[in-house]
């Protein structure tokens, strides 16, 4: 990118580092939880908090930036991304994990500009560590080069994945299946960190071989599907269709011979886009 993303990208980094001694500290603290969308979909006063302070940050230097953030979009904020740079913000990732003290949880954070991701950052705070990717630049774990596996056998695959918030049956019963056909083709294993920004990036690092997930939302994913992108791996929808951040459907993976397998075993429940009104 030009020097004007590369100021962005640093004031985002020393935003998100700043931001997590505010998550950590509230981390360890008894917390009062509200509930949206599901039994287990969760926000706190620390998600609203960190949100609110980087969204003053960011527009304080760029007045005339857009912001898809998760804690202003559920506060009733119309969702779009236009072609005005854009910043896309989950300010923790990994709410109920949060919650219980489950230590993955993370700031996650994507800058788009005509639609497209130029960087994005992902903050795992409790294990420091800093996930980063800018648009044709590779994608860096606290400043070293990240490889995907280029595994390309479904069955030699350690497969993320989440169960997500959504509680009703059909959700229910499409991702317990799916998690079914997943360990029957089969892979080596299923796992689950509690944080759709964390699970992803764990494809950039090379220590799962994929990951796939319906029904999170954009600024779950906006990020860490530049860091896998960028790690050489491949993204794309549970439908084996282009990648779209809104679709919440996504598969990333280490090759697309892995991903497009996916793609074949499983099945989406119905969820409305991020973007319909
Ligand atoms: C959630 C987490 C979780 C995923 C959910 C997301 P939040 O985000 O990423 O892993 O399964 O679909 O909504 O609410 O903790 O920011």
Redesign the pocket.
Request: proline share 0%; glycine share 18%; charged share 30%.
């Given at each position: 990118g030009d020097s004007g993303s590369a100021f962005s990208l640093s004031l985002c980094l020393s935003l998100s580092l700043s931001l997590s001694q505010i998550v950590l500290s509230a981390f360890q603290q008894q917390k009062e939880v509200m509930l949206k969308s599901s039994p287990a979909?969760?926000v706190t006063e620390t998600d609203q908090r960190v949100e609110k302070i980087l969204i003053s940050a960011i527009r304080d230097k760029y007045p005339q930036h857009k912001f898809i953030g998760?804690e202003s979009v559920a506060a009733g904020e119309r969702l779009e991304l236009s072609d005005s740079p854009t910043w896309i913000i989950?300010p923790?990732?990994?709410?109920?994990n949060f919650v219980h003290r489950f230590p993955f949880v993370a700031i996650s954070i994507a800058f788009a500009v005509n639609k497209q991701t130029e960087f994005g950052i992902v903050y795992s705070c409790v294990e420091d560590k800093l996930y980063c990717a800018q648009r044709g630049g590779g994608a860096f774990l606290n400043g070293e080069p990240l490889h995907a596996s280029g595994q390309e056998d479904i069955s030699r695959c350690l497969v993320v994945t989440?169960?997500?918030?959504e509680r009703d049956d059909l959700a229910l019963s499409t991702m317990t299946s799916n998690i079914f056909r997943l360990l029957k083709l089969p892979v080596h294993g299923v796992r689950a960190l509690?944080?759709?920004?964390v699970?992803m990036c764990q494809v950039a690092t090379g220590g799962a071989d994929a990951y796939y997930?319906i029904?999170?939302?954009c600024w779950?994913i906006a990020a860490s599907a530049l860091i896998v992108q960028e790690a050489g791996g491949v993204v794309m929808d549970t439908d084996g269709s282009q990648f779209d951040m809104m679709s919440r459907k996504v598969i990333a993976a280490s090759s697309s011979a892995v991903a497009n397998r996916i793609a074949q075993v499983v099945q989406a429940f119905p969820c409305r886009r991020d973007d319909e009104d």
């Open positions: 979909d969760l998760e989950d923790i990732d990994g709410t109920v989440e169960i997500g918030a509690g944080t759709a920004a699970d997930h029904g999170m939302h779950d």
